[in-house]
């Protein structure tokens, strides 16, 4: 039943992002067919502001659709939570014959795939629209070695950690959303305006205690930073990304396993469908 219903929460959150994506492509090929066939060196003597004009609207017109690609498909993550819970359509959602704690868990894994999914699709537009020939992938590969040598991590290592870590964020940052709604929602009037609230309060609180931890073991903290300073400047760095993803990695978790629990149980007992 979880497949499925992720299934659905993917397909519906995908419906229209798919076409964002399909024109960052058309975009990032007219710029590339552009660059290559009309603007060589006596088109661009002959019509210099018309080729700075075009060129300039078109990586204007691109740009805004990487960005574009992200914020809509937050929102789009969003509205699937609001309206298949919180709304009318609500209604049916919640005569599935399923705990409401697994239909939270299924909106996060499919906005996190497609968020994630958003996230890859732009940067291999922007990589595509850098694509000249093949001293890209050299300059990839020298800028591999360059990490390896300097930080003394291996540069796959590393994105994958930051991926993992991408992921436990994202999957964070979601549940702080659906449980703002969810409070929000508990309001007869008004409800987006008070789920952001709710979200600036909850974000505030949460801020807050990350501080009270940082303060009560920054001794600690700084006896481990310090143990470190004696070893080479190589190991010294992998070891921080590793710490810092780690600890990341754990209170996002922590984050997300609380909020998700403090939803369902809004859901459960103080459901208030418009």
């Not at 007219?30 to 066939?37: G, M, N, T």
């Not at 609500?90 to 599935?96: C, E, K, V």
């Not at 929000?184 to 505030?204: D, K, W």
């Not at 205690?209 to 080479?232: K, N, P, Q, Y």
């Amino acid at each position: 039943m979880l497949g499925k219903l992720i299934k659905y929460d993917l397909r519906d959150i995908l419906k229209n992002v798919v076409v964002l994506y399909v024109i960052g492509l058309l975009l990032s090929i007219s710029i590339k067919i552009c660059d290559r066939l009309f603007f060589n060196s006596s088109f661009r003597e002959s019509f210099p502001t018309l080729t700075t004009v075009f060129t300039a609207t078109l990586f204007t017109a691109f740009f805004f659709i990487i960005a574009a690609i992200n914020l809509y498909t937050l929102f789009r993550c969003v509205r699937r939570f609001y309206r298949n819970v919180l709304c009318q359509e609500g209604y049916l959602t919640n005569t599935i014959p399923i705990k409401k704690v697994f239909i939270i868990i299924s909106n996060l894994i499919a906005s996190t795939i497609v968020l994630m999914l958003s996230l890859m699709v732009c940067f291999l537009l922007i990589l595509f629209l850098q694509y000249h020939d093949y001293t890209v992938f050299d300059s990839l590969k020298n800028i591999a070695n360059g990490f390896n040598k300097e930080i003394g991590m291996s540069i796959y290592n590393f994105i994958g950690i930051m991926f993992i870590t991408s992921i436990l964020s994202t999957l964070s940052s979601m549940s702080i959303i659906y449980l703002a709604f969810s409070l929000g929602q508990l309001s007869n009037h008004n409800r987006v305006l008070f789920s952001i609230l709710y979200g600036i309060l909850i974000y505030i609180v949460i801020q807050f205690i990350l501080l009270l931890i940082l303060l009560s073991f920054s001794s600690h903290l700084d006896t481990l930073f310090a143990s470190w300073e004696a070893l080479s400047d190589q190991v010294a760095s992998t070891r921080i990304i590793y710490f810092m993803c780690i600890v990341s990695s754990i209170i996002n978790a922590i984050i997300t396993i609380v909020c998700t629990a403090l939803t369902s149980r809004i859901l459960e007992r103080k459901l208030n469908l418009e």
